[in-house]
């Protein structure tokens, strides 16, 4: 019924720049907060920041200054733009979105399959 696809991941050396895309289709009727996980090997997934319906933005602490969250004018697509990356940021990248499916009541929370980044030192 709904889908989120991401892409934008990669390689990149320590200090440049990425920028992380995720579509939401299928029968939806509204999109609520949309945002980013990640997950690094052997660690539990994390949330890295978020992004509501009105534009509202809130990031981690470890990401702040650094990594910028936005939506498109469609308000269906979320992107993070990361900035000054370190090796540490190196993860699996998860988007999620805040859905009402078309003919139900209920918000539930779609996921995207993940993207993966890679920071060299």
């Known amino acids: 019924q709904v889908q989120l696809v991401e892409s934008g991941g990669g390689l990149v050396p320590g200090g440049g720049s990425l920028r992380l895309s995720c579509a939401a289709s299928g029968t939806i009727f509204s999109i609520n907060g949309m945002g980013w996980y990640r997950q690094a090997p052997g660690k539990q997934r994390e949330w890295v920041a978020s992004?509501?319906?009105?534009?509202?933005?809130n990031q981690a602490n470890s990401v702040k200054g650094r990594f910028t969250i936005s939506r498109g004018n469609a308000k269906n697509t979320v992107y993070l733009q990361m900035n000054s990356l370190k090796p540490e940021d190196t993860a699996v990248y998860y988007c999620?979105?805040?859905?009402?499916?078309?003919?139900?009541?209920?918000?539930?929370?779609?996921w995207g399959q993940g993207t993966q980044v890679t920071v060299s030192s």
């Open positions: 992004i509501t319906s009105d534009g509202s933005t």
């Open positions: 999620y979105a805040e859905i009402r499916v078309v003919d139900s009541f209920a918000m539930t929370r779609a």
